[in-house]
């Protein structure tokens, strides 16, 4: 039964309104083979088919490392978008900054926070997001504009390719907030803990391919040794040199893990207790510039100034990181009620001039992709076990990322502060860009001919069924709470679906309690999911399409395999061949496509006039704190109000 797009514009439209006011069988087997030329992208890479200009030249639009010769092309947009917003917050208050004072920092979030506030067990952005201001997930080393490590937190590294190894030495004398040291020890520590071999089993997320990367950590892991024979600290704890079995060069955008987690708190803890601890629940010990002083569980963290932290006292004496209602956001705002906050997209028009506040942007690497059900984790192995005849057959995920009209999204429900994806490499990492991949563009028509092609025929009750001719109903699975945006999100999906002849029905899910069963368990059915990534610094697709728990689709074919093992190679250090291994990958999902991307965005913040240094990009002189929390000053003792 078709369905008018029509009533998808409506429907969008009434609900944006709302937010702004208040295994089984039939599948096609699956084809392991290497993408034929001609099927990998629409045109030749190495013909752009551009359009010249009326003078004859092209407008060349430098974004990061990307050369970006079509205006019409998504990076172009939102490189123009992004020149609107600033990245530091001052200059619109009369008053003087102060030394002293508190902030109110709202995080947008239907549900309650997980509360696992512990650097290598939390796998919640919200328990995250609570915590920036403490230093508990704080880095051991800065960060460079091209999101590097840096050499200008409280450690250096010196890169030994001819032994494979990296040597970190603590330069700055640093402490927990407890008055203990800090030394590289607890760095060592917090692999020990990631390579446990219960850490997996006691709810432990961190073990991915970086980590087996280092020499002994698989003996580790396996309970063959019982230290990683590979991580060599020194007499005085201030150097820990790592060597690696496989040494590529995207190491060192953070793929060494760089958080320290105190020994002398969880030492001699049982790794299933981790979780929860007092030092994880009620009182987490980090070494930022904020102490934690108080938590309602599920709510708000209230943090005072650390008068040890290692780059001076900060100018507050204090920060409240809460969670709040999204349909709450504009009107705290206004009211003066928050200080900063994350602003959705769909907001924006509600409140596009604001007087007591500002807009930041930043384009960031958070992008959004629908994933199939292609398999299982299997926690034993670290590896996925395949459905021999997935349900959502090649056919039929080619089919459901045309028939999706994405730009009806960005352009409609996010105000053009959301841009069509065309690959899962985020704006942040343009200079490894596919320039010329198409993506899945919106043509419902090649949809339904793919779909006719493979057999999938309409049905009495005008739905398509599997080419057998039994009935295909398929379990959409989308975690969240539900609110007027996400019911948006999830209807254009499934009304995309069904304009094609799908039968799609939704199921509502929280994130937190159910993933391991959604995810993990071999018995739960489901056929499709929606997700978001904030990609980090790091490029290096393995950490999630390779073999990890992230991999959502739980997808691998020994060609894909072969191509994701090249990341960590000796070739690699030559950009040139690593970029091309970059185009060549983005091809590959785009022809398999066990996920699709969707869309990368803009993210808004809202900050009060009253506050001074709040900054969203990225530092090169420190603690990697977002809005780098120490500088942070007020010119007025409360928020203003609109």
Not at 185 to 198: K, T, Y
Not at 289 to 302: L, M, T
Not at 555 to 565: D, I, Q, R
Request: include cysteine; hydrophobic fraction near 40%.
């Amino acid at each position: 039964m078709k369905r008018s797009r029509l009533l998808l514009v409506a429907l969008l439209t009434i609900l944006l309104v709302v937010a702004l006011a208040a295994c089984a069988r039939n599948g096609e087997d699956e084809e392991v083979v290497t993408p034929p030329q001609d099927e990998q992208v629409t045109n030749d890479p190495g013909d752009t088919n551009e359009e010249e200009n009326d003078d004859g030249d092209h407008a060349t639009l430098e974004i990061g490392g990307l050369e970006v010769v079509d205006e019409a092309h998504p990076l172009a947009a939102l490189h123009a978008i992004q020149e609107r917003f600033p990245v530091m917050s001052g200059g619109r208050s009369s008053g003087t900054p102060q030394y002293g004072g508190a902030i109110v920092h709202g995080f947008p979030h239907v549900d309650p926070a997980p509360g696992v506030f512990n650097a290598v067990f939390q796998m919640s952005l919200i328990d995250s997001n609570l915590m920036m201001y403490t230093g508990v997930i704080g880095n051991i080393f800065s960060m460079t504009p091209s999101m590097m490590m840096g050499q200008h937190g409280i450690a250096t590294y010196e890169v030994d390719r001819d032994n494979q190894r990296i040597i970190i030495t603590q330069v700055e004398d640093v402490y927990w907030h407890d008055g203990h040291p800090l030394t590289l020890d607890d760095l060592l520590f917090a692999h020990e803990v990631i390579g446990d071999p219960e850490y997996i089993a006691a709810g432990g997320g961190r073990f991915g391919i970086n980590q087996r990367r280092i020499t002994g950590m698989m003996d580790f892991h396996n309970g063959d040794a019982n230290y990683i024979s590979g991580m060599i600290l020194s007499d005085d704890q201030r150097t820990l040199t790592i060597y690696f079995d496989e040494f590529p060069p995207t190491l060192l955008y953070f793929g060494i893990w760089g958080t320290p987690y105190p020994r002398h708190i969880f030492g001699d803890v049982p790794i299933d207790e981790h979780t929860e601890h007092y030092h994880t629940r009620v009182r987490p010990i980090g070494w930022g510039p904020f102490i934690v002083e108080n938590i309602v569980p599920g709510e708000s963290v209230y943090a005072v100034a650390n008068e040890n932290f290692w780059m001076g006292r900060p100018y507050l004496d204090s920060v409240v990181t809460r969670i709040v209602s999204p349909d709450m956001v504009a009107s705290m705002m206004l009211n003066g009620d928050l200080d900063v906050v994350g602003w959705r997209l769909e907001d924006y028009p509600d409140v596009p001039n604001p007087t007591n506040f500002m807009y930041l942007g930043d384009v960031g690497n958070f992008f959004n992709w629908v994933a199939f059900n292609m398999g299982d984790w299997n926690p034993e192995t670290l590896d996925f076990d395949l459905h021999e005849n997935p349900r959502m057959s090649r056919p039929l995920r080619r089919a459901m990322a045309y028939a999706s009209n994405e730009s009806l999204l960005t352009d409609g429900l996010f105000n053009g502060l959301r841009f069509p994806a065309t690959t899962f490499i985020p704006p942040g990492h343009s200079t490894f860009m596919h320039p010329t991949l198409p993506g899945f563009a919106f043509d419902p028509d090649l949809a339904m001919e793919i779909l006719d092609e493979a057999g999938y025929t309409v049905g009495a009750d005008g739905y398509r069924t599997f080419p057998d001719g039994s009935e295909l109903e398929i379990h959409f699975v989308i975690s969240g709470g539900g609110d007027a945006s996400q019911v948006a999100v999830a209807t254009h999906y499934a009304q995309a679906w069904g304009d094609i002849g799908l039968n799609v029905y939704i199921e509502w899910v929280d994130w937190t309690a159910k993933v391991t069963n959604i995810f993990e368990a071999d018995n739960w059915e489901w056929d499709v999911t929606t997700a978001a990534w904030s990609a980090g610094a790091n490029p290096d697709p393995n950490g999630l399409w390779g073999r990890t728990p992230n991999n959502r689709a739980r997808y691998m074919n020994p060609t894909l395999s072969a191509h994701l093992e090249g990341f960590g190679s000796e070739d690699a250090w030559d950009v040139e061949w690593l970029t091309n291994h970059f185009h060549i990958w983005q091809e590959m999902m785009f022809y398999y496509v066990p996920a699709f991307p969707t869309n990368w965005r803009l993210s808004l913040t809202a900050v009060n006039n009253r506050v001074e240094g709040y900054f969203i990009g990225q530092t090169e002189d420190g603690i990697r704190t977002i809005g780098g929390a120490h500088r942070v000053r007020v010119t007025a003792d409360a928020p203003y109000r609109q």
